[in-house]
Every structure is written in C-alpha cells, then in structure tokens.
C-alpha cells in the first residue's frame, strides 16, 4: 500500500504513522488514536509504545496473532478509539475471519493462551490485601486515598488512562519489574537490581474467563476494577519461597517462585 491511505468505519489503513495525522481537520493527534502494527519480524513476538500514538506491534510469528489483531481492535472500539493499521489488508482479512465468533470476553480459553497468570503487589499493600480479599485496579486504590504514586507506572509508558480501571496480569520477570519500579519511583527495566517483593499471586485463568471477569485488549490480559483472590492458586512471598541465599531480584525471586507454586500445585502452565 505504498503512499496510499484508506478508512473503513473507525479504522484507518495506512504505510506508517506520520507525525502530521493526515485524517484530522488539524493534522493532530489526541488519545482517541492508536495503531495496530502487524508484520513478520522474527525478533519479536510483540510490545506496546508510544511514539505519536499508542501502538501495538505485533508479528505473525506471534501464537494466536489473529486473535490479538483483532481483539486490539474491538477493545480500542469499546473506547470509541480509531485504529490506524498498519498492515497488509490480506492480514487484517486473515484475521476478521479467524475472530469470527469471538469477543474480548470470550468465558473460555483459546488454544493458544495460559492456564495461569500473576500479579504481584509491593509489600506495602501486600497486607491489606490479604484482608479485603481483593486486588483493587490503580484507580480504585486511588479513589480510596490509600495510593502514594501520582500516576501509575503505565502511564509513563504511555499506557492509554483506561488501563488505569483494570488489575493487570502479566507472566514471568514482568509484574516483578512492576513492584521494584513502583518502590524506585521510576520505570526500572533491570531484572537483576534488588528490592523487596511483597505477594506474587498465581490466577487461575480459565476459571477468571468462566466467570466474565478476563479481558483481553491484545496485548495483556486483565480483569476490571476488582479481583478476588479467591480466583488464586497460590501466593508466593519472602515467607514461603525459598531464596537459597541469592539476592533477591526480579529475576531471582520470579523464578524462586515460579519453582514454589509448581511444587504447591504442580506444572499447570507457568
């Protein structure tokens, strides 16, 4: 689609995202615009950013790509966002048809997706936790004045504000880099950097899905508002994982409790 631009409805096909937005009276952005990228880049599998919009990148490569595609799309529609694509129209096609059927809130499990999630807390809100028996999302916690952070650490990513009404889940190095971030008051990418952990929670995903509770915007997988953690398998803490006298890290203490959770559980999909 060299030089060329079309629209269908709210979403618009283009080569790239130039910084003039060629579909405005102004020529400028606001955060009712995002990008969906799709291409077949074997470096990566895909990542969200900002450069003039939100985007989502993601390659073919990807398990289930087709249904992210497309479930990006219908989330980013749920907030009257347009979508710039940036794609062959034969991969957008591929996708519609693959999607047939389906929704953000599909109550089952697709093929490609995993049978556990985590979120993990800072060790300060680790205790109140426990005793209201739920995970509140970023906004709830504010709207309640027990937040200290002036915005979440997605929104220096460029996260668009709606991500703040959701408890996100995550896998691996990920939620830990989440608290050690959070406790540096900065977004902190080394994995091997100490801090203190406070409750990795184990979710049991079909069940989350079974209940209306999963949301799926491509890129992550949350749930709105609230989560019980009745909805945990486990929770690993400095209590009941086994450190071994490393330093405790990101890195260390994921993998220390991934190991915690597989012994409690048994090997479900971590």
């Given amino acids: 689609m060299k030089g060329s ?5 709210s979403l618009y096909f283009a080569d790239r995202v130039t910084k003039r937005n060629p579909y405005s009276e102004d020529g ?48 980013h529609h749920l907030y009257r966002r347009k979508v710039i694509i940036t794609a062959l129209p034969k991969d957008y096609e591929e ?28 060790p300060g809100a680790y205790p109140a936790i426990c ?13 309640a004045n027990v937040v200290r952070e002036t915005a979440p650490i997605g929104l220096t990513l460029g996260d668009p504000a709606d991500f703040q009404e959701f408890v996100m889940l ?8 989440v608290v050690s971030s ?19 929670f184990y979710f049991d995903v079909e069940q989350l899905a079974a209940d209306g509770l999963l949301v799926r915007d491509g890129c992550h997988y949350k749930v709105k508002d609230e989560l019980p953690i009745s909805h945990a398998f486990f929770c690993g803490t400095l209590q009941n994982v086994e450190m071994r006298g ?8 994921a ?8 012994r409690h559980i048994g090997s479900v999909g971590v």
């Fill in 131 to 143: 005793r209201e028996g739920v995970l509140k999302s970023w906004q709830k916690v504010q709207a």
């Fill in 182 to 200: 959070k406790q540096k008051g900065f977004v902190c990418m080394d994995s091997h950097c100490e801090y203190t952990p406070g409750g990795r």
């Fill in 246 to 253: 490393q330093a405790i890290t990101p890195d260390s203490f």
């Fill in 255 to 262: 993998q220390a409790a991934d190991q915690a959770f597989k």
């Fill in 28 to 75: 400028l952005y606001d955060e009712s615009w995002v990008e969906l990228s799709i291409d077949e880049c074997a470096e990566y599998e895909m990542f969200t950013g900002k450069t003039e919009i939100f985007g989502f990148k993601l390659s073919k490569h990807c398990n289930g790509w087709q249904f992210r595609a497309m479930d990006y799309i219908a989330y």
């Fill in 170 to 177: 995550g896998s691996g190095v990920t939620p830990e880099i």
């Fill in 95 to 122: 996708a519609k048809a693959v999607y047939t059927g389906h929704s953000p809130f599909d109550r089952f499990l697709r093929p490609y997706e995993p049978k556990v999630l985590v979120h993990s807390t800072t």
């Fill in 5 to 9: 631009e079309a629209k269908m409805g």
